[in-house]
């Protein structure tokens, strides 16, 4: 059974940084792309940034020179540096990950929380 697990969640000040981590396990394949999902209270999930196998990246266009996001394929983890924190940034923080071969198998982490508050 595929299993994401995200860490590095938690408060911080505006202007902090913070840095979420994603581990995949238990997929016998390789993944493909991973991505960082956002939902903050009354608002619909989105899209913060994404990153190939190759290591391609694009990104959400409020988090643009903000975050960073990467990954180490051989641990099968993802990571998202987030400097510059603003209070607009606080939400349940998810991961995403697709199987290499088959981007239509797709796996969600189960969220954790940024709050971004003096």
């Known amino acids: 059974q595929v299993q994401l697990v995200e860490s590095g969640g938690g408060l911080v000040h505006p202007g902090g940084s913070l840095k979420l981590s994603c581990v995949v396990s238990g997929s016998r394949f390789s993944i493909g792309a991973m991505s960082w999902y956002r939902q903050a209270p009354g608002k619909q999930r989105e899209l913060v940034a994404i990153i190939t196998h190759g290591g391609s990246t694009n990104y959400a266009e409020p988090v643009k020179g903000r975050f960073t996001i990467s990954r180490d394929n051989a641990k099968n983890t993802a990571y998202l540096q987030m400097n510059a924190l603003k209070g607009e940034d606080t939400a349940v923080y998810y991961c995403?990950?697709?199987?290499?071969?088959?981007?239509?198998?797709?796996?969600w982490g189960n969220g954790t929380l940024v709050t971004v508050s003096s």
């Open positions: 995403h990950a697709a199987e290499w071969l088959a981007p239509d198998v797709t796996y």
